[in-house]
């Protein structure tokens, strides 16, 4: 079993920079995969970014060169840097993990991050 608990999501101007945290405990193994996905009203969930425990990194189109993930992997961490956020990066962000390749997907509860503008 996994937990996630994420934290640090809130209320942000539009322009502004916010740092989302996932802490995971459990039965970690490597190699795995963490990511970020988002959820907006009315709209399916979506990949944001994911890191490898090699480091590997994969971004959604509309939040590359503003969003970066990074890992601690010693403290089981992984991180999202949000900046420049615009009001459609509102959303429940979501952090993800899973053990490469076929390991069983588990979420964290969800912080929410609203944009205004």
């Known amino acids: 079993q996994v937990q996630l608990v994420e934290s640090g999501g809130g209320l942000v101007q539009a322009g502004g920079s916010l740092t989302l945290s996932c802490a995971a405990s459990g039965s970690i193994f490597s190699p795995n995969a963490m990511a970020w996905y988002r959820q907006a009203p009315g709209k399916q969930r979506e990949l944001v970014a994911s890191?490898?425990?090699?480091?590997?990194?994969n971004y959604e189109d509309s939040v590359k060169g503003r969003f970066t993930i990074s890992r601690d992997n010693a403290k089981k961490m992984v991180f999202l840097q949000m900046n420049s956020v615009k009001p459609e990066d509102t959303a429940v962000y979501y952090c993800?993990?899973?053990?490469?390749?076929?390991?069983?997907?588990?979420w964290g509860q969800g912080t929410q991050v609203t944009v205004s503008s």
């Open positions: 993800n993990y899973k053990k490469l390749p076929y390991g069983t997907v588990y």
């Open positions: 890191m490898t425990s090699g480091s590997q990194s």
